[in-house]
């Protein structure tokens, strides 16, 4: 599952050639994707083949097993975290590391969601982890660099913070954003000498 570019470990979920294949491969994740949120892992194979719209054969066609289906839906969270940096790179520093951070928290969601069933010891996990550092981190150094983001933080204590700041439980989405937007203004560079 891991396709690599020059100098970037990048992993990618393995698409079937024909398109008519891959649309239903793509609802299948999506759909998976959504009923894990919901339901966590015990989501049940015949909703989410129901939610894609198709035959619980094209599933298990697909996806041999409830296992590879985890494996496929996080594999595919890591790889639109990846295509999400390379798109925002463009953007000025703290737009494109703020924007990358706020799709990290989907992110979280979705592995929460799949902790469990997931071998953290994996070669699938540890190129996963690759891939998403080899991602993300140039974000942030971009943003130090430039004078946007403290320089006294690494992208290892970066991503344990949102992924804290996640992981706690809210009165409603309007409260995790404000706690989110107070961690990501400690993030930004203050003046010296203030």
């Known amino acids: 599952m ?3 570019a020059p100098g970037h470990p990048r992993v990618a979920v393995r698409r079937p050639q024909r398109a008519d294949a891959r649309r ?42 409830r296992q590879d ?6 594999v595919g969270e890591v790889e639109e975290l990846c295509r999400a940096a390379d798109e925002l790179a463009g953007l000025p520093p703290w737009e494109a590391l703020v ?13 929460r969601a799949l902790y469990e069933s997931l071998n953290r010891d994996s ?6 982890r690759e891939a998403m550092y080899a991602a993300g981190e140039p974000l942030l150094a971009r943003a130090q660099e430039t004078g946007y983001a403290r320089s006294d933080i690494g992208f290892d204590d970066l991503l344990r913070m949102i992924a ?4 706690t439980g809210y009165a409603d989405d ?8 107070v961690a990501l203004d400690g993030l930004r560079a203050r003046p010296s000498g203030g």
């Not at 289906?69 to 996080?74: A, G, I, K, P, T």
């Not at 924007?99 to 592995?111: P, S």
Request: charge should be positive.
């Open 24 to 65: 239903n491969f793509d609802a299948l994740l999506q759909a998976a994707r959504e009923a894990f949120a919901e339901h966590g892992t015990d989501a049940s194979l015949e909703d989410i083949a129901r939610r894609a719209g198709v035959g619980i054969g094209t599933l298990y066609r697909n996806f041999p097993t």
């Open 174 to 181: 309007a409260q995790r954003e404000r706690v989110l937007g």
């Open 2 to 4: 891991t396709d690599k």
């Open 69 to 74: 289906l985890f494996d496929s839906v996080y």
């Open 164 to 167: 804290g700041i996640t992981g």
């Open 123 to 128: 070669d699938m996990i540890r190129s996963c």
């Open 99 to 111: 924007a990358w951070l706020r799709r990290f928290v989907g992110y979280i969601g979705t592995k």
